[in-house]
């Protein structure tokens, strides 16, 4: 069983700066992607970020989303299987419940929540103004 355990949360002010990590355990099967997403109060789950990596070539493209993209750096070590998010210049706008995702689907790289098949429990950030 996949394991994900995120820690790096925290409440900060904007502009300022914080960094997610997540290790995953157990049985892993290749994992296409390794990810982030949140959810804010009312809104729905939200891709961040994604590190996907081609089962061919076994090279990795990180992909963002839009709000994100110049702010945040997603970076995966797959020796030690761990997944980080670097989030600079953090706004108000970025206060949500952040999760560590695993994708086993090519498509992971779109950042649909449908496409990743394992979850860790979340850590929360809080950016105040």
């Known amino acids: 069983q996949v394991q994900l355990v995120e820690s790096g949360g925290g409440s900060v002010q904007a502009g300022e700066s914080l960094r997610l990590s997540c290790a995953v355990s157990?049985?892993?099967?290749?994992?296409?992607?390794m990810g982030w997403f949140r959810q804010a109060p009312g809104r729905e789950r939200e891709g961040v970020a994604t590190v996907y990596t081609a089962t061919v070539t076994n090279v990795s493209t990180s992909y963002y989303a839009e709000s994100v993209k110049g702010r945040f750096t997603v970076t995966r070590d797959h020796a030690r299987s761990t997944v980080s998010l670097q989030m600079s210049n953090l706004d108000p706008e970025d206060t949500a419940m952040y999760y560590c995702a695993t994708g086993a689907s090519s498509r992971c790289r779109f950042l649909g929540p449908s496409d990743y098949a394992a979850w860790g429990q979340g850590t929360q950030v809080s950016v105040s103004s």
């Open positions: 157990g049985y892993t099967p290749f994992m296409y992607c």
